[in-house]
């Protein structure tokens, strides 16, 4: 018999967003199942503000996962000889490590199977992102369709939604929201190519959209540049 207890797994960097994501599902009344990936990134600093995170939160668990993405390459956060932009780019920006989210989610679904979780929170954002594919609702539905396809809980007529609270936000929103929620967010880490100390270099596509977020939001920014 299924418990009487809403569960969730939330996928979190480290970053700004995801930290925001995280704190509404726990908001929401799920215990909430962290996953974080060590996946052959540029800054490994973002893993130590998941921890962080995660422990002011207050979560059921919190698990890293080492994948090794940066044997494929084909991303400036994963091959260390393509240069991260510090400009405006247009298109699918080099920053963008193919198939990422699809990678992240089905790991994710694979253990809300087993905790019988009936969420997954991501925090992908269509409004102020950085034209990252993965990042779109057109997506998020799709992969959902498919993992209620292809899982126990999906034939059997007990779906697993894919909750995305940010998805129509603008930064500032995510900003504002997630202070309510009584987020740190100096503890968070959004630079593509922070420092061994987490400081960022505010120069690339993330540290300006952040850094705008903050100002559009009113807030002061805590975040530590170089």
């Not at 992102?129 to 993992?147: K, L, N, Q, W």
Request: proline share 4%; glycine share 8%; aromatic share 8%.
């Amino acid at each position: 018999m299924k418990q009487d207890v809403k569960r969730a797994v939330v996928l979190l960097s480290g970053g700004l967003d995801s930290a925001t994501a995280l704190a509404m599902a726990k908001d929401q009344g799920y215990d909430c199942y962290v996953l974080s990936f060590d996946y052959g990134q540029r800054s490994l600093t973002e893993l130590n503000a998941a921890r962080a995170i995660a422990e002011q939160i207050g979560v059921a668990d919190h698990r890293v996962l080492r994948l090794h993405l940066e044997d494929f390459g084909g991303s400036a956060l994963t091959d260390t000889n393509i240069e991260v932009p510090e400009g405006e780019t247009e298109g699918v920006p080099v920053t963008y490590v193919p198939a990422r989210n699809t990678v992240f989610l089905s790991l994710a679904l694979g253990w809300a199977e087993v905790l019988d979780a009936d969420a997954i929170f991501i925090g992908v954002n269509a409004v102020d992102y950085s034209g990252y594919p993965d990042c779109r609702p057109e997506f998020i539905a799709a992969f959902e369709t498919m993992a209620n396809l292809a899982t126990r809980r999906g034939v059997n007529g007990d779906p697993i939604h894919i909750e995305t609270p940010l998805m129509h936000l603008t930064k500032a929103d995510i900003i504002a929201e997630g202070t309510k929620l009584g987020i740190d967010y100096a503890l968070t880490v959004s630079c593509y190519q922070a420092d061994e100390d987490g400081r960022a270099c505010g120069r690339c596509d993330s540290c300006r959209l952040r850094a705008k977020g903050f100002v559009d939001a009113g807030v002061a920014d805590p975040t530590r540049y170089v």
